[in-house]
């Protein structure tokens, strides 16, 4: 996934059992990277767009990642565009999609208390080891040594989309050009797939994607614009 991903398992579980599910978690990641990639020219993602991936052999994961990819896009006006980039790449839901799968099956395995971190979008259940909320940094995008916010919460899916790494590097599918406006967006909210592409398509709306994503129904958001001015919803869940 091209990212550095961190598991922090906080259930009074044996370590055998502990081992076997970071081990599922990362197994899965491993297998999102090798079908999704855009990186990889074997990936299931790559072979269909160069078509040479029939219809009827695509996976049920992908069916489901294309069929949301495409709900966003009009959840989002056009400025999440799998294509953006000229070929297939939905790589801006993804990421938060394969997280909160590998968070949901924890869950279900009965490892409720964990925090999951793959780059920056962070999905975290239950309580920490000392039995506290979750705290999560959100790092400031023009220093890598200061949080802009520290949120904290018991079941937070969140997903940030800046430039801090990768410059201005969104694109804006309306323009076919870079987006310029917004250095840092963070949002948060149930679902991490649905928080990553938000995040991704305010930043492509440049500095009108502020105002957008305040009003997100549902998600809460933390913006730093390119003046180094700061916008959050009332209902963000700052630490106090």
């Given amino acids: 996934m091209g990212t550095a991903v961190s598991l922090d398992l906080a259930d009074d579980l044996p370590r055998a059992r502990l081992d076997e599910l970071a081990d599922g978690v990362f197994d899965w990641l491993h297998e999102v990277d090798r079908r999704f990639s855009t990186y990889r020219t074997d990936s299931e993602v790559s072979r269909l767009d160069r078509r040479e991936l029939p219809h009827r052999e695509i996976s049920d994961d992908l069916r489901a990642v294309l069929l949301r990819c495409a709900e966003l896009w009009r959840e989002t006006d056009g400025y999440f565009d799998s294509y953006a980039t000229g070929r297939l790449d939905p790589s801006g839901y993804v990421k938060g999609w394969a997280v909160q799968v590998a968070s949901d099956r924890l869950v279900a395995a009965g490892a409720a208390n964990h925090c999951l971190n793959a780059g920056g979008d962070v999905r975290v259940r239950g309580h920490n080891a000392d039995g506290d909320p979750w705290r999560i940094g959100v ?100 630490a106090g």
């Fill in 139 to 238: 790092r400031h995008p023009g220093d890598p040594h200061r949080t802009s916010w520290v949120l904290t919460g018991t079941d937070l899916a969140v997903a940030t989309s800046g430039v801090y790494e990768r410059g201005h590097h969104v694109i804006d599918p309306r323009r076919g050009v870079a987006a310029w406006g917004l250095r840092s967006v963070t949002v948060v909210g149930p679902d991490l797939g649905t928080a990553d592409a938000y995040a991704t398509a305010a930043v492509a709306m440049g500095a009108a994607g502020a105002g957008w994503a305040v009003a997100l129904p549902g998600y809460d958001c933390a913006v730093v614009m390119d003046d180094e001015h700061c916008v959050q919803s009332a209902g963000l869940p700052v």
